[in-house]
């Protein structure tokens, strides 16, 4: 089982393209950093795919 303590949903869409890297940088840039137990969720343009980091 995977422990989920918050779900943080991008208001922005996001290129699926890009790595979990970028994804993590966008995290970092908001945040500050990534927090343990967390997801982050974001959608591609026409919101029919979600990359959950």
């Not at 970092?28 to 343990?36: I, L, M, N, T």
């Not at 343009?45 to 979600?50: E, G």
């Amino acid at each position: 089982m995977i422990r989920i303590d918050s779900i943080w949903l991008a208001t922005e869409p996001i290129d699926m393209r890009v790595g979990m890297d970028t994804a993590l940088a966008r995290v970092v840039q908001v945040f500050g950093a990534a927090r343990p137990h967390h997801a982050y969720l974001f959608t591609n343009k026409r919101s029919t795919r979600i990359k959950v980091l």
